[in-house]
């Protein structure tokens, strides 16, 4: 079993930023982040491999989110720059059952068996 915490999310205006943080009590690898607005479905929005350069980005949020590990605290964080309305939802983390070279980074909500409770994330125009 594999616990994860979300932390950091809150309301900002456009323009602004935020910082989650993902705390996993496994390592701190093939961890993907996604989100969901109310009404829709849960998409993808970035997600790291076996290695922490191996890192995949949802298209509307390239270029404005980071994702980056640190081992050390078993935490990957996701950095929100210029985060418009349409990034508000709430915010999960989560894991697959096996992280090996398989991880796929672009594999959708079905592949991860840990799911953390989500932070959520409100932008205002």
């Known amino acids: 079993q594999v616990l994860l915490q979300e932390s950091g999310g809150g309301s900002v205006q456009a323009g602004g930023s935020l910082r989650l943080s993902c705390t996993t009590s496994g390592n701190a690898q093939c961890l993907g982040w996604f989100r969901q607005a109310p009404g829709k479905e849960r998409e993808g929005v970035a997600s790291v491999g076996q290695r922490p350069e191996w890192t995949r980005y949802e298209a509307s949020v390239k270029g404005r989110f980071t994702i980056s590990v640190d081992d050390a605290k078993n935490t990957v964080y996701l950095q929100m720059n210029d985060l418009k309305p349409a990034d508000s939802g709430v915010y999960y983390c989560?894991?697959?059952?096996?992280?090996?070279?398989?991880?796929?980074?672009?594999?959708?909500?079905?592949?991860?068996?840990?799911w953390g409770q989500g932070t959520p994330v409100t932008v205002s125009a």
């Open positions: 989560a894991q697959p059952a096996v992280c090996n070279s398989n991880y796929n980074l672009w594999a959708g909500p079905g592949a991860y068996r840990y």
